[in-house]
T-cell receptor
Framework: EAQVTQNPRYLITVTGKKLTVTCSQN?????MSWYRQDPGLGLRQIYY???????DKGDVPEGYKVSRKEKRNFPLILESPSPNQTSLYFC?????????????FGPGTRLTVL | GQNIDQPTEMTATEGAIVQINCTYQ??????LFWYQQHAGEAPTFLSY??LDGLEEKGRFSSFLSRSKGYSYLLLKELQMKDSASYLC??????????WGAGTKLIIKP
């Protein structure tokens, strides 16, 4: 089944404790992206990747890191989480970032930073 | 600046028709998407418009007017399962998506 998976689905952590949210897709998509979604705000892009070893900042990259060492994986790293990073996070992928193509979203990771 | 505007919330009755509007301002324009998002779930693709006019897909239709910077999503024969948020997103000249905050649609029996 074609899908985007994220782990963990739910996470409660404390300020300053490094964490990684994994994202994997099995559709051989070039383009992958991370979003956060907060009440009353639209999806805001954190980072995106057009292909392996190519990553770029989105609208809200501060406090986050990403890597794209393999085509299928695009982990999101919070080196020192803070309470303002409490949010719902979505990973998405599509077959190309430069042409129209729908994005497929993972199920989401609900992160709470205390 | 770039901006997507859509109503925060709408209410409609089961079996009726509802139109969700979206106005956009983007740097360049390469199309407009509509996604559906049920509470606590991931967004799922509904439609993409890049040319003016109406695109129909079953009970859902999407309309675009590029000259007016305007789109709408039309849902017919509403069902309770259509209760969800509907996200409008514009694709700018760099092929980056600019997302609206979403319209929460409440369906009443």
């Amino acid at each position: 089944e074609a899908q985007v998976t994220q782990n963990p689905r739910y996470l409660i952590t404390v300020t300053g404790k490094k964490l990684t949210v994994t994202c994997s897709q099995n559709m051989n998509h070039e383009y992958m992206s991370w979003y956060r979604q907060d009440p009353g705000l639209g999806l805001r892009q954190i980072y995106y990747s057009m292909n392996v070893e190519v990553t770029d900042k989105g609208d809200v990259p501060e406090g986050y890191k990403v890597s794209r060492k393999e085509k299928r994986n695009f982990p999101l790293i919070l080196e020192s989480p803070s309470p303002n990073q409490t949010s719902l996070y979505f990973c998405a992928s599509s077959s190309s970032g430069e042409l129209y193509n729908e994005q497929f979203f993972g199920p989401g990771t609900r992160l709470t930073v205390l | 600046g770039q901006n997507i505007d859509q109503p925060t919330e709408m209410t409609a009755t089961e079996g009726a028709i509802v139109q969700i509007n979206c106005t956009y301002q983007t740097s360049g324009f390469n199309g407009l998407f509509w996604y559906q998002q049920h509470a606590g779930e991931a967004p799922t693709f509904l439609s993409y418009n890049v040319l003016d006019g109406l695109e129909e897909k079953g009970r859902f239709s999407s309309f675009l007017s590029r000259s007016k910077g305007y789109s709408y999503l039309l849902l017919k024969e509403l069902q309770m399962k259509d209760s969800a948020s509907y996200l409008c997103a514009g694709l700018d000249s760099n092929y980056q998506l600019i997302w609206g905050a979403g319209t929460k649609l409440i369906i009443k029996p």
